[in-house]
Every structure is written in C-alpha cells, then in structure tokens.
C-alpha cells in the first residue's frame, strides 16, 4: 500500500535525503540513480537529518570519487501531500 509520509526532505548532488517520522521514530533514507541507502532510526528530526547527510557526503566521497560539498548547500524543504513511501505491511 502507498502512503504519504510526513517529514523532510533535501537534495544533495543528484541524491535525494528523506527523514520520516514514524511514530517517536525518524526513518532516514537516502536515494539516487542505482542506489537506496537506508539508514539507522533516529529519535530527533536534526540527528536524523544530520544522519542522511553524512550517509550522501560519505557515498560521494567513496562510491563516485568526489568531493563532497559542504552541508551549508543542503536546504530541508518539508514534505508535501504529493510526497509518497511505499509500506508494505
């Protein structure tokens, strides 16, 4: 089943962050041309947005052999009702 998800989300090079709430719980997730990282839970929005954000900057570093920018650049926009994550319970 889809659903909307409620959180945040930025974009990073051509990697898109998401950090979703889930109850007392954020989601991080980390998507892009041939990859899905998932990250580990966070129990505060700017830990985990934090998180998705060293996730990308160590997946430029280490996969596409480049430098990373720097996180000033990123900009959290939140979510929106055409925003959506796939549940399958």
Not at 52 to 81: D, M
Request: charged fraction near 25%.
């Amino acid at each position: 089943m889809f659903r909307s998800f409620s959180g945040f989300k930025a974009q990073y090079q051509d990697l898109t962050l998401v950090v979703v709430s889930e109850f007392n719980e954020w989601k991080v997730v980390v998507r892009g041309p041939g990859v899905l990282i998932q990250g580990e839970r966070q129990f505060d929005p700017a830990k985990a947005k934090q998180h998705a954000l060293a996730i990308a900057q160590c997946y430029v570093r280490e996969e596409e052999h480049q430098e990373a920018p720097l996180p000033s650049e990123v900009e959290w926009t939140e979510s929106g009702r055409h925003d959506w994550l796939v549940w399958r319970g």
